[in-house]
């Protein structure tokens, strides 16, 4: 396996890559992996000659008050979980590294993005979209792999990679779930015990509300939200939002709405989860 730490070196190898006519899928993460990492990798190792990982924490998706300095980090048992899954080759560069000191370029999407997780981490997504087009330009991957656990974000690289004509396929991959039923995350670490127990009420709800709407349909949609977020709060969870919007335009649901994303973020402690389920309506 080889590890690059520097843009110029991994986009060299990926020229040499595109020459020998091989087929690259790419796996972009922050690291500090787990069993949904590697699903995303398992996937791209059934598909691709080459598989290739970067393991960045990217600051220019964090809020000034959100968790960069804390946020876990563990290079050595990555790269043994990497090995572990044949994984090609590793990127992994330093903090300064990936931006130029002066840089002043970004890549937003300005839709998809809105709502939500965007709504409430404002630079989140500029941040995701800029680094993630970085990558590509670096790693030149015919396809890459994303998780449904961050919908979201799925989405709007999705439409990123569209609307600028990214020759990169984008592959969405199923949520993983630990045996509780929590989604998996590297932030899951933060949770205490109790912290761990009272969060399973987030999935707990959200598939309620699923059950409820492909039983009833839609007109049920809101009762089974707020009975969701009564749920979440009497599980001692600081709700940041509980709602659904069109899975395909990411706005309110209309009559012609095929799917729904039912999503939520929820705190517990200082710990923000992230979780979805998606509802197909009849």
Known sequence: MK?????????QFALELKRSGKTVG????????????MSLIDIAREKADVVIVSIFVNPTQFGPTEDLDRYPRDFERDLAMCTEHKV???FAPEPGEMYNADSSTWVEEKKLSGPLCGASRPCFYRGVTT????????????????????AQQLLVIKRMVRDLDFPVEIIGAPLVRDTDGLALSSRNRYLSDDERTRALAIHRNLLAVREKVEADGASVLESALARARKGIEESGGRID?????????????????????????VFYGTTRLIDNEVVELK
């Open 241 to 265: 939002y509980v709602t659904a919007l069109d899975v395909d335009t990411m706005e309110e649901p209309v009559s012609g709405t095929k799917a729904l994303l039912v999503a939520a973020a």
């Open 88 to 90: 090609d080759v590793i």
């Open 131 to 150: 680094v993630v087009s970085k990558l590509f330009n670096l790693v030149m991957p015919d396809f890459a792999v994303f998780g449904w656990k961050d």
């Open 3 to 11: 590890i690059f730490k520097t843009r110029r070196e991994l986009q």
């Open 26 to 37: 790419f796996v972009p993460t922050m690291g500090y992996l787990h069993a949904g990492h």
